[in-house]
């Protein structure tokens, strides 16, 4: 049955009530781009091959962020409306089964909503069934008109609706499934007989009706799911229902979340059960976590890995790395990209690594910055100690053995060596190899001058 659909999506308007130079399919919410939402949607219902995005404001970017999915692309050269676009479609797309038209903006509506249109369609003698829904506020939506046996008999747009049609609260959604041969044959007849001088796919209904078609509405109870964004106020009220729709699906799979209505997690994020996610935290881009980790309040994690019972303190924002079991990281600890923090390590305070791997069972707990560095197991990195990785034009690396200690304080002037076992005295300037079992020590001998007070205040 699905090998019949075929799937049209409208993407190519710039959206001038975003004021945005950016395309308003490009916008995100709920972590992702509109259209990708879309797009990922459309792909529960049928084959890539079969769904086609009308491009137009911003293609390549659009099609950049969508080829990995395999969609096909049209191009709408000069955005006339929405009957415009389908029309741009006409020419590659099946002649025959049955179109299903969705609109970019519209991020949603669900699968499962969209295959109980589809088959209230086929197994209809409709021309065309659509989805509509009551809003308290239609303000700027197409209004429903009916004919006295409850089909559809027009679509009025808001800008050209007269006062009693404005009063209608039932609204289209802009998700439409249409006989393929039926959609054809009207598409042409669409004039742009309106003030924006427009094609309005929705015109097609009248059409319809007139040439003795059938179109029926689906009405949906969920008004949230047909939301079209416009604006950036109605782009926050999307998000937060992704977001609100995300979290409530974490709970229900095991995750305690605290204050959920502060929590941003994006939708591919993975959490194991039993965590707890603190207050105002943020989980971003794909990150994973494990088992009984623990994620403290407002801290942020993008594109990163946690292996079981992993703390992350309060305030501790990290990137592009992974922290094995048993890890604890934070409060007030920055993880920049290429991070490997092996079990049971601990990373402390106002501790900052970028492109380190640190060693199981390690610590470095306060103040300390590690960048290109190879820290072996059991380290002890003490309060202070900085890496200086940059020479001013390249970045060297740092390499710290099983076992070793540094003292509090340390510089360790990179490329540099410090062997199993070693201790760095604290204060040190390290500048040279420390082998396996040395003291390195790098600072100047302190001096103690016996009654130097009593002599200074003499003079
Ligand atoms: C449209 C419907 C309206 C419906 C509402 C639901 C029409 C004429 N009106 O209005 O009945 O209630 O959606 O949200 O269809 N697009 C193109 N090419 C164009 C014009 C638009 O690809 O030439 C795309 C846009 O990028 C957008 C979508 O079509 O993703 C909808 O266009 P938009 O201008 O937002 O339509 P609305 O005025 O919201
Ligand atoms: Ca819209």
């Known amino acids: 049955m699905e090998s019949q659909l075929t799937i049209l999506i409208l993407a190519a308007g710039l959206g001038t009530r975003m004021r945005s130079t950016r395309a308003k399919v490009l916008h995100r919410a709920g972590g992702r781009a ?3 939402h879309v797009v990922n949607t459309a792909r529960e219902l049928t084959t890539p091959d079969r ?5 137009g404001h911003q293609a390549d970017e659009v099609k950049r962020l969508l080829e990995p999915a395999g969609v096909r692309f049209v191009h709408q050269e000069e955005q006339k409306g929405t009957g415009h676009a389908v029309l741009a479609c006409r020419d590659s797309a099946p002649a025959e089964g049955h179109v299903l038209i969705l609109y970019g903006d519209c991020p949603l509506i669900a699968p499962s909503t969209l295959r109980r249109l589809y088959e209230t369609q086929a197994a ?18 197409g209004r429903v008109l009916t004919n006295p046996d409850g089909s559809v008999s027009a679509i009025v747009e808001h800008r050209a609706a007269d006062s009693t049609q404005l009063a ?7 998700i439409y499934c249409f006989v393929a041969d ?4 009207h598409l042409s007849e669409i004039r742009p007989d309106n003030p924006a001088a427009e094609y309005y796919l929705t015109d097609i209904v009248a059409l319809l009706n007139e040439a003795g078609q059938h179109v029926q509405a689906l009405p949906v109870a969920d008004p949230a799911e047909v939301l079209g ?21 974490v709970m229900l799979d095991g995750v305690t979340v605290e204050r959920p209505e502060t929590v941003t997690i994006d939708a591919d994020v993975h959490i194991g059960r039993d965590t707890v996610i603190g207050p105002f935290a943020q989980l971003l881009a794909g990150t994973r976590i494990g088992e009984q980790c623990r994620v403290g309040a407002c801290s942020i994690l993008t594109q990163t890995e946690l292996g079981d019972a992993v703390e992350i303190g ?34 402390g305070n106002f501790v900052e690594l970028k492109k380190t791997r640190f060693g199981a069972g390690s610590k470095a707990n306060h103040l300390t910055y590690l960048g290109d560095t190879e820290v072996g197991a059991g380290v002890n990195i003490g309060a202070g100690s900085i890496t200086c990785n940059y020479d001013g034009s390249r970045k060297h690396a740092t390499r710290i053995g099983d076992g070793a200690f540094v003292g509090s304080n340390s510089t360790l002037v990179a490329p540099v060596e410090v062997g199993e076992g070693a201790y760095l005295a604290a204060g040190s300037v390290i500048t040279d190899a420390v082998p396996s079992g040395a003291l390195g020590l790098g600072r100047a001998r302190q001096l103690v001058k016996e009654g130097w007070v009593d002599r200074k205040k003499g003079q």
Do not use: C, M
């Open 229 to 249: 964004i416009n604006n950036r106020v109605e782009l926050a009220e999307v998000d937060r229902i992704f977001r609100a729709r995300k979290v409530r699906q």
């Open 182 to 185: 039926a959609l054809w044959r």
């Open 314 to 347: 309060p305030f501790t924002v990290v990137a592009d790395s992974r922290i094995d079991s048993g890890g604890v990281v934070g409060p007030f600890a920055r993880l920049r990209p290429g991070n490997e923090i092996a079990a049971g390590a601990r990373i």
């Open 51 to 55: 769904i086609s995005v009308v491009v």
């Open 124 to 141: 209809s003698a409709a021309a065309a069934t659509l989805i509509t829904t009551e809003l308290d506020d239609p303000t700027g939506y």
């Open 168 to 174: 209608i609260r039932q609204i289209n959604s802009g």
């Open 34 to 36: 509109l259209i990708e």
